[in-house]
């Protein structure tokens, strides 16, 4: 591990001399070749739609394709699929990417997706599995990071981007506030304030789709926005 008082000038670019008794790789080296493929969900299918594309031109006249990144689980064409929340199933007649088509598409790969029968989707809606679906829910149990100045407090009304999905929230109660230094967990705090972390549980405006952070980074986080001013004050992590 290289310290942080040697991080100066080349020293992160290549090793100082100044180190002859560290033997490892740079920092710049080090983060460009870090393996980080352990973090991507390969086994459930999670396509969060960003944008429905239609082209209305005379070349692609019946073109209706579905973009996004794949958030999890690796994608086919043939593959079975459901449309949430809806819950309209079909299959994928095709993946599209810029100038071909692929025979599969996965994490983190943005494509668009081409499904064989004209089902009603939208951006913020999510193609998974018939059989191994994410769980629809209006109510979040998540562990926050505060990042405003002024405090999280009971009943504070926010916005939860989620995915491609954003929605109104309330906030219902606060559970606790942790130390980080200690881990100690204050269930007596009413409020979260400047870089502190807590649990809390909320309430959404529309179901979201979602898994367990542990299980799905993509899926089971958000962002907290503050509706009046358009400014990220918060992010989260879906707990069970």
Not at 221 to 236: E, H, M
């Amino acid at each position: 591990m290289i310290p942080i008082s040697a991080l100066r000038g080349d020293n992160v670019v290549s090793r100082s001399e100044n180190m002859d008794w560290y033997e490892g790789s740079s920092l710049l080296h080090h983060l460009e070749h870090v393996y980080i493929g352990s973090d991507r969900e390969m086994r459930d299918v999670r396509f969060p739609v960003q944008y429905v594309v239609r082209p209305k031109s005379d070349e692609f006249h019946d073109y209706r394709g579905y973009a996004g990144q794949v958030a999890g689980g690796v994608m086919k064409p043939g593959d079975e699929v459901i449309v949430l929340p809806s819950g309209m199933t079909s299959t994928i007649e095709a993946i599209d990417a810029f100038d071909k088509q692929l025979d599969e598409a996965y994490p983190p790969m943005s494509v668009t997706v081409r499904l064989a029968d004209d089902v009603d989707v939208s951006r913020g809606d999510m193609i998974a599995r018939v059989n191994n679906q994410p769980e629809q829910t209006q109510d979040l149990d998540a562990m926050i990071c505060w990042m405003s100045p002024g405090a999280l407090k009971p009943r504070a009304k926010l916005l939860v981007k989620h995915t491609t999905r954003t929605v109104k929230a309330l906030v219902k109660e606060i559970d606790y506030r942790l130390d980080v230094n200690t881990l100690h967990r204050d269930q007596e705090a009413e409020e979260i304030g400047l870089n502190e972390l807590g649990r809390v549980r909320m309430r959404v405006q529309q179901p979201l789709m979602v898994d367990l952070y542990e299980q799905n980074r993509v899926t089971g986080s958000f962002i907290l926005i503050d509706p009046a001013t358009g400014v990220t004050v918060g992010a989260g992590m879906i707990r069970g």
